[in-house]
């Protein structure tokens, strides 16, 4: 399988925003769930955001509010908009797909997903 690539991480201050992609190129893009998980330092891998085929969404209460996910089938992209930043959501943020044939399952375990993103680094200053 071809890996989900991130981009759109950087360095920004608390209270800003950020929109990081990931490109999921394959046979079919419309066939994937996607998913977006976030690592900190010394932490496990969290779950942040979902859609499912029929772009049904699903965000963790840590950021439900000011993350948003959103997927254009157009071009293969799955987005996690980032807003109103914390310094809390510092960490790697990570893409992941899963081939599924169920239209409205999202997928909020990170064992559920087939494939993952090398990840982008997320840094919010206070």
């Excluded at 990931?22 to 979902?50: H, L, N, T």
């Excluded at 799955?78 to 960490?91: F, G, H």
């Excluded at 990570?94 to 680094?121: E, H, I, M, P």
């Amino acid at each position: 399988q071809v890996q989900p690539e991130e981009s759109g991480g950087g360095l920004v201050q608390a209270g800003g925003s950020l929109r990081l992609s990931c490109v999921a190129s394959g046979v079919i893009f419309s066939s994937y769930a996607m998913g977006w998980f976030r690592q900190a330092p010394g932490k496990e891998r969290d779950f942040v955001a979902a859609i499912s085929r029929a772009d049904t969404t699903a965000v963790a209460d840590s950021v439900k509010g000011r993350f948003f996910i959103s997927r254009d089938k157009g071009n293969g992209t799955v987005y996690l908009q980032m807003n109103m930043l914390k310094p809390e959501d510092t960490a790697v943020y990570y893409c992941a797909k899963k081939v599924t044939l169920s239209t409205a399952t999202y997928y909020l375990n990170s064992n559920d997903y087939d494939s993952w993103g090398q990840g982008t680094q997320v840094t919010v200053s206070s």
